[in-house]
DNA sequence: TCCATAATATGACCATCAGTCATTATACGA
DNA sequence: TCGTATAATGACTGATGGTCATATTATGGA
């Protein structure tokens, strides 16, 4: 009977070792490729098994994909929480997680652009179980944004005069806006003189100053 | 001769008018049911044609989400130029162009979801033309909104220690995020008890906030 | 009026691919 | 060694975007 168990449970690792084997070929192709470039037969073919076997591990495609961007969502959280554990004021800590954010997007430039452009129709997909999954992720990147403009508040490095937990919203969108900014617009600003790299400095200022606390006025 | 030229003439209109046809048609279905669940075959139906007489009018099912796109583009610039042409400060024509704007998002709610769901795959997909086309089409808009940020600042109601133009872009962008938000944004929303109306309330604010002109500080 | 030609329309057909399932292979414990 | 449960498989299905050889229609001149 204990032997049973054993091997119960050495299944169950084993299962888990070859979900994210699965996940690691699923990433090499569908970052290099595009999503929708990659079948699921090839992506068999890439970690030796046959198509239907994938099943077995995924619902579908999209149980991949959202696979992928949950462990990339948790690698980003752990360096967020570093931050959100110095001994710095507020302020300082959202600057870190916003220099530490970009890095990160530079570091996996070929998972945003996956993410960019698939996500929005696979998120919008998302029910029950996987949304719910989805969303605790979200909620708990936010939540420390949160907890850290509160503290800005606290120790007056950031503006008292807005939600807290809202401000954290703010950011999020507007930095995925910049992250995901489309071609087009990329084209408009060339073509306009203006060099993504300024644009996204010169925005980040523009955030920035509209979250600092001013001087008061009326 | 001439005979010829006026039955040209003619021809070129009807093709006009059928194209259209076919646009209207696309509309109606992708609007209420989704871009992916409608297909070709069911197109054609609608519009009394064989599926192979669509690809007479349109490249492939994408060019004819673009010229969807495209039109609307069209009617919303039109209010925006009304806007900009008002007599009164910068800084009102840019709150009202918002207020506009919003009401449009309202009226055309399908119109937005198609494009927040499906446009951010294929607008990476365009290119040459078609990218050239729609890059002309947002450049008008952005211009129209350069152009009432430059009068915000010379009459004094809008900051001016920002360049006009990346201030259209800024606004177009953080504008894009609210309207396009992700339903799992939303529903940490809910989730922490900020309704998705008091919270597009609260971005406004925080945006306008951002562009006004301040009295001095360093 | 009638014909030749060009323009327009068509739907059977093709290729692709996500997902299924009946069948086969393997691992395990008795 | 054997019977059962678990895992793996790939042929198959259904859906669909796009093509193309063929058919239909409109046009302008004879």
Excluded at 90 to 108: C, I, P, Q
Excluded at 189 to 217: C, M, T, W
Aim: aromatic share 12%; with cysteine; hydrophobic share 40%.
């Amino acid at each position: 009977m204990v032997k049973i168990m054993a091997t119960a449970d050495r299944k169950e690792r084993e299962k888990e070792q070859r979900k994210n084997a699965i996940i690691d070929a699923a990433e090499k192709l569908f970052f290099s490729r595009g999503f929708d470039n990659v079948s699921m037969e090839e992506l068999a073919k890439e970690v030796e098994l046959g198509k239907g076997t994938l099943y077995l591990y995924f619902k579908n495609k999209d149980a991949l994909f959202f696979a992928i961007i949950l462990r990339k969502m948790d690698e980003l959280h752990e360096i967020f929480r570093e931050c959100a554990d110095l001994k710095v004021s507020g302020r300082e800590k959202s600057k870190l997680m916003g220099k530490r954010y970009f890095e990160f997007v530079h570091e996996n430039k070929e998972y945003y652009q996956m993410v960019c452009t698939n996500g929005p129709k696979l998120f919008r997909k998302l029910e029950n179980e996987e949304l719910h999954t989805f969303v605790e992720h979200m909620k708990e990147d936010l939540l420390l944004h949160h907890g850290v403009f509160r503290e800005g508040m606290a120790d007056g490095t950031v503006r008292d005069d807005i939600d807290p937990l809202e401000l954290a919203f703010f950011m999020a969108l507007m930095s995925n806006s910049i992250v995901c900014l489309d071609p087009g617009w990329k084209t408009v600003l060339e073509a306009e003189g203006i060099s993504y790299h300024q644009f996204v400095k010169d925005f980040l200022l523009f955030i920035g100053n509209a979250i600092e606390k001013r001087p008061d006025a009326d």
